[in-house]
T-cell receptor
Framework: SQQGEEDPQALSIQEGENATMNCSYK?????LQWYRQNSGRGLVHLIL?????REKHSGRLRVTLDTSKKSSSLLITASRAADTASYFC???????????FGKGNQVVVIP | DGGITQSPKYLFRKEGQNVTLSCEQN?????MYWYRQDPGQGLRLIYY???????QKGDIAEGYSVSREKKESFPLTVTSAQKNPTAFYLC??????????????FGDGTRLSIL
């Protein structure tokens, strides 16, 4: 069942700016994951954050998780044209790695 | 390099025809998944398999069938009962050791259209 819901749905920024996307969910989770999808391609895993973690970093990516508000954010710092893609959050509610995906955020980085 | 291979990249189906989408992985992953993606939408789970010779229905299994006879392979058949099969189909795999926190690895998809 669909659970993740990203906000905003579409984002257009200049190269070098930061991009922030939010994701909300409805039920308790085991972990939350962010994926990137380039046009016409498969998804690429970016970061997994467990329910007992509050923040995680990977390179220019920063993910936060607030389980009390049932929300997560993905921050891309110093964006590049190559960051142009759709970004999806996905939640694992029961630890069976059965993911529920949001509808995605389309990010366009203008050179 | 290890990865997931989906074939064909594009597939066309005639009315009343069954078609099979291939998914092969050499990552030695136990779990495999099939998703459907419609334009501007997220992924919806069709079927998944945690181990060879076992699989479970996902959220939208009607009109689809799968088999898991080998660890490396998880083919998806889109049957004639699926009345709206036009979509982008994605296959994924993951480890199950410490299964609570495993990312999924995706193939590059098969785009299915109706003739």
């Amino acid at each position: 069942s669909q659970q993740g819901e990203e906000d905003p749905q579409a984002l257009s920024i200049q190269e070098g700016e930061n991009a922030t996307m939010n994701c909300s969910y409805k039920t308790s989770i085991n972990n939350l994951q962010w994926y990137r999808q380039n046009s016409g391609r498969g998804l690429v895993h970016l970061i997994l954050i467990r329910s007992n973690e509050r923040e995680k970093h990977s390179g220019r990516l920063r993910v936060t998780l607030d389980t009390s508000k049932k929300s997560s954010s993905l921050l891309i710092t110093a964006s590049r044209a190559a960051d142009t893609a759709s970004y999806f959050c996905a939640t694992d509610a029961d630890g069976n790695n059965r993911l529920a995906f949001g509808k995605g955020n389309q990010v366009v980085v203008i050179p | 390099d290890g990865g997931i291979t989906q074939s064909p990249k594009y597939l066309f189906r005639k009315e009343g025809q069954n078609v099979t989408l291939s998914c092969e992985q050499n990552l030695n992953h136990d779990a495999m998944y099939w998703y459907r993606q419609d334009p501007g939408q997220g992924l919806r789970l069709i079927y998944y398999s945690q181990i060879v010779n076992d699989f479970q229905k996902g959220d939208i299994a009607e009109g689809y069938s799968v088999s898991r006879e080998k660890k490396e392979s998880f083919p998806l058949t889109v049957t004639s009962a699926q009345k709206n099969p036009t979509a982008f189909y994605l296959c994924a795999s993951s480890r199950t050791r410490d299964r609570f926190h495993q990312p999924q690895h995706f193939g590059d998809g098969t785009r299915l259209s109706i003739l």
